[in-house]
């Protein structure tokens, strides 16, 4: 696309010869975000760069490269462009197919203000997507959990984000070119999406030039993928519970966001950091317990002192040694290897201060908060299903912040098998005594009580609880400092990953037997049936939560394509990344659209 739609070089840099100039809307910019760095650019060819909304000089005998959503007020702004000459000419990519009512606009827009030659090429780019790691994909849709468990919403608001949804599924799809066979549970919005999906791809394939050469974006082409869709109510305390990993812990407290998160440095400013795959430290060791990675950063800079050591000694001789004309050659080879190395040293060093940063600051966090002590409580609560009432009540007026006992306290809803109500009185009245918004606590409670799929999920997700439940979460923080290696549960198991590695068996299994299948590719009669003619097991596998994701979800399905033998690709995808908080912010709208909730201002929840 920055090459002006032209094949790149071998290197994958653009040509020599093409400068242009890129213009994107906000939605496109975090496609790009996380993709190419700011310096790569100018790799590509880019000179400058600009948002579509602001006000820009026009740069003659360059071509512009517009990558935007193909909306009517993006459409306009094309128009106004193209009407004032900015550019020489007008390569517009557009991250989804353009309605033909917009294309029309496009088309009388420059007709009229005599501009239509200034249009190079128009692309359906088909990336409405944004891809976060190799096997990390969201598709940025705001507030999907609401607006899908929204008790006003009606069908035509609802089949609209369904339709959403499915575009970009579509998009990712056309990227991977695979079509998959899909597996949802019957009801509920994963089986609209699966089957507005299967017949999105069944229209497409009739088209003579589509999109999917089967197995394109895949390492083995024989055998299609399994597309596995599921709804945040399957497992909802995977999206609010508190974890003690690495990858998930800078996403919840730091606030990782398209790969960047900014924190105070050991000098009092903000730092920004690029979490990605340019930073080996963090993709090794990601999805290790905090405390595992204190013990390894402290092993990398021992090494690495070594290392610098092992140089020093190199090329300043040994002391009191004299210097001897005959070893000239090798004194030399020396120096070269010293200096060719130092490059590899100095930015090794630049990781492990990163980290070391971010572990302080993380820890910092931890200790105030005691957060360890609520993930160990957590996982006691879903392992036992329940806890004591003291320890329960010593937790809501202990140390954290108002979020943290807020969704401790939805964690002891969940866990529950059973709700005590004076109980949970004591623990609303706990809570309001910590002025913290009880609406979300009392929605979660209120959809229990109806027994709406947390029910089903919570005894899903206590099923083999006996395989983790000797490995709970480790000791105190303290261990960190002391650099003790923890027993830790890294291998706990989620209900989905557990569910999502039935699905890849294929096998017959009473867990996932009542899951629908649809493949685009058969005849239109099977589809929706839950009859398992399926050849397994997958080698590889999408999974997509609608409703929103997390980094304790990703962690978990790559542990488990890792522990596969041979190893599986697992893809993990959600309609947006959440937090702990973003989510129980969520249900705290929720709440307040069900007229539940205390009369604490919905705003003090997020302090």
Same mark, same amino acid.
């Given at each position: 696309?920055l090459?002006?739609?032209?094949?790149?070089?071998?290197?994958g840099?653009a040509?020599e010869?093409?400068?242009?100039?890129?213009?994107?809307?906000?939605?496109?910019?975090?496609i790009?975000?996380?993709?190419?760095h700011?310096?790569?650019?100018?790799?590509?060819?880019?000179?400058?760069?600009?948002?579509?909304?602001?006000?820009?000089?026009?740069?003659?005998?360059?071509?512009?490269v517009?990558?935007?959503?193909?909306?009517?007020?993006?459409?306009?702004?094309?128009?106004?462009?193209?009407?004032?000459?900015?550019?020489?000419?007008?390569?517009l990519?557009?991250?989804?197919?353009?309605?033909?009512?917009?294309?029309?606009?496009?088309?009388?827009?420059?007709?009229?203000?005599?501009?239509?030659?200034?249009?190079?090429?128009?692309?359906?780019?088909?990336?409405?997507?944004?891809?976060?790691?190799?096997?990390?994909?969201?598709?940025?849709q705001?507030?999907t959990?609401?607006?899908?468990?929204?008790p006003?919403?009606?069908?035509?608001?609802i089949?609209?984000?369904?339709?959403?949804?499915?575009?970009?599924?579509?998009?990712?799809?056309?990227?991977?070119?695979v079509v998959?066979?899909?597996?949802?549970?019957?009801?509920?919005?994963?089986?609209?999406?699966?089957?507005?999906?299967?017949?999105?791809?069944?229209?497409?394939?009739?088209?003579?030039n589509?999109l999917?050469?089967?197995?394109?974006?895949?390492?083995?082409?024989?055998?299609?993928?399994?597309?596995?869709?599921?709804?945040?109510?399957?497992?909802?305390?995977?999206g609010?519970?508190?974890?003690?990993?690495?990858?998930?812990?800078?996403?919840?407290?730091?606030?990782?966001?398209?790969?960047?998160?900014?924190?105070?440095?050991?000098?009092?400013?903000?730092?920004?950091?690029?979490?990605?795959?340019?930073?080996?430290?963090?993709?090794?060791?990601?999805?290790?317990?905090?405390?595992e990675?204190?013990?390894?950063i402290?092993?990398?800079?021992?090494?690495?002192k070594?290392?610098?050591?092992?140089?020093?000694?190199?090329t300043g001789?040994?002391?009191?040694a004299?210097?001897?004309?005959?070893?000239l050659?090798?004194?030399? *080879? =020396?120096?070269?290897? @010293?200096?060719?190395? #130092?490059? !590899?040293?100095? &930015? %090794?060093?630049?990781v492990?201060? *990163? =980290?070391?940063?971010? @572990?302080t600051?993380? #820890?910092g !966090?931890?200790? &105030? %908060?005691?957060?360890?002590s609520?993930?160990?409580?957590?996982?006691?609560?879903?392992?036992?299903?329940?806890?004591?009432?003291?320890?329960?009540?010593g937790?809501?007026?202990?140390?954290?912040?108002?979020i943290?006992?807020?969704?401790?306290?939805?964690?002891?809803?969940?866990?529950?098998?059973?709700i005590?109500?004076?109980?949970?009185?004591?623990?609303?009245a706990?809570?309001?005594?910590?002025?913290?918004?009880?609406?979300?606590?009392?929605?979660?409670?209120?959809?229990?009580?109806?027994?709406v799929?947390v029910a089903s999920?919570n005894?899903?997700?206590?099923?083999?609880?006996v395989?983790?439940?000797?490995?709970?979460y480790?000791q105190?923080?303290?261990?960190?400092?002391?650099g003790?290696?923890n027993?830790?549960?890294?291998?706990?198991?989620?209900?989905?990953?557990?569910?999502v590695?039935?699905?890849?068996?294929?096998?017959?299994?009473?867990?996932?037997?009542s899951?629908?299948?649809?493949d685009p590719?058969?005849?239109?009669?099977?589809s929706?049936?839950?009859?398992?003619?399926?050849?397994?097991?997958?080698?590889?596998?999408?999974v997509?939560m609608?409703?929103?994701?997390n980094?304790?979800?990703?962690?978990s399905?790559?542990d488990?394509a890792?522990?596969?033998?041979?190893?599986?690709?697992?893809?993990?995808?959600?309609?947006?990344?959440?937090?702990?908080?973003?989510?129980?912010?969520?249900?705290?709208?929720?709440?307040?659209?069900?007229g539940?909730?205390?009369?604490v201002?919905?705003?003090?929840?997020?302090?």
């Amino acid at each position: 696309m920055l090459n002006l739609n032209q094949p790149v070089n071998p290197t994958g840099t653009a040509s020599e010869e093409v400068y242009n100039i890129l213009i994107y809307d906000k939605f496109c910019q975090n496609i790009l975000s996380p993709l190419i760095h700011v310096k790569d650019l100018r790799k590509h060819g880019v000179t400058l760069y600009f948002l579509i909304d602001k006000d820009r000089k026009s740069v003659h005998d360059v071509p512009a490269v517009y990558f935007v959503q193909p909306n009517h007020s993006n459409i306009q702004r094309i128009v106004s462009d193209a009407s004032r000459s900015l550019y020489d000419s007008f390569h517009l990519n557009f991250s989804s197919s353009v309605p033909r009512l917009l294309l029309e606009d496009l088309a009388s827009g420059t007709l009229n203000s005599d501009s239509i030659h200034r249009i190079s090429k128009v692309h359906d780019q088909c990336l409405e997507f944004v891809t976060l790691e190799d096997n990390l994909f969201s598709l940025s849709q705001k507030s999907t959990y609401v607006q899908l468990n929204d008790p006003s919403a009606g069908d035509k608001e609802i089949e609209d984000i369904i339709e959403r949804v499915v575009s970009g599924l579509f998009c990712v799809l056309a990227t991977l070119a695979v079509v998959p066979i899909i597996r949802c549970l019957r009801g509920g919005p994963a089986e609209m999406v699966a089957s507005a999906l299967d017949q999105k791809l069944r229209d497409h394939l009739l088209s003579k030039n589509n999109l999917f050469s089967e197995g394109g974006g895949f390492v083995s082409s024989f055998q299609r993928p399994i597309l596995c869709i599921f709804d945040r109510n399957f497992e909802l305390s995977a999206g609010i519970q508190h974890d003690f990993r690495y990858r998930p812990l800078v996403h919840d407290i730091l606030g990782l966001k398209l790969n960047r998160l900014s924190v105070r440095g050991d000098k009092g400013g903000m730092k920004s950091y690029e979490m990605d795959s340019s930073d080996p430290f963090w993709m090794a060791n990601g999805s290790l317990e905090f405390p595992e990675v204190a013990v390894e950063i402290e092993t990398q800079l021992n090494k690495y002192k070594k290392d610098v050591d092992e140089v020093n000694k190199r090329t300043g001789g040994t002391a009191g040694a004299e210097f001897d004309g005959t070893d000239l050659v090798g004194n030399t *080879k =020396h120096l070269m290897n @010293a200096v060719n190395s #130092l490059p !590899e040293l100095t &930015e %090794r060093k630049q990781v492990i201060d *990163k =980290h070391t940063n971010i @572990a302080t600051v993380l #820890l910092g !966090e931890i200790k &105030e %908060r005691s957060l360890d002590s609520y993930v160990k409580k957590e996982n006691d609560m879903m392992v036992r299903g329940g806890i004591d009432r003291n320890e329960l009540l010593g937790v809501l007026k202990g140390k954290g912040t108002k979020i943290d006992k807020l969704r401790f306290a939805i964690m002891y809803i969940i866990s529950s098998e059973t709700i005590n109500p004076s109980e949970a009185e004591a623990v609303e009245a706990a809570l309001r005594e910590s002025e913290v918004d009880t609406s979300a606590f009392q929605y979660v409670k209120k959809i229990k009580s109806l027994n709406v799929s947390v029910a089903s999920a919570n005894s899903a997700s206590r099923n083999n609880i006996v395989d983790w439940a000797e490995k709970l979460y480790g000791q105190s923080i303290s261990a960190v400092t002391a650099g003790v290696k923890n027993l830790l549960s890294s291998d706990r198991q989620l209900a989905l990953t557990r569910t999502v590695e039935a699905l890849m068996e294929g096998k017959p299994n009473p867990e996932i037997d009542s899951y629908l299948v649809f493949d685009p590719r058969a005849p239109k009669s099977s589809s929706g049936t839950t009859n398992s003619h399926l050849k397994g097991p997958f080698k590889e596998t999408i999974v997509f939560m609608i409703g929103g994701g997390n980094y304790v979800e990703y962690g978990s399905l790559q542990d488990l394509a890792q522990r596969q033998q041979p190893v599986k690709h697992v893809i993990y995808g959600t309609t947006e990344i959440l937090t702990g908080m973003e989510f129980v912010d969520q249900l705290t709208l929720l709440g307040q659209k069900m007229g539940l909730g205390s009369s604490v201002a919905a705003s003090s929840a997020t302090h």
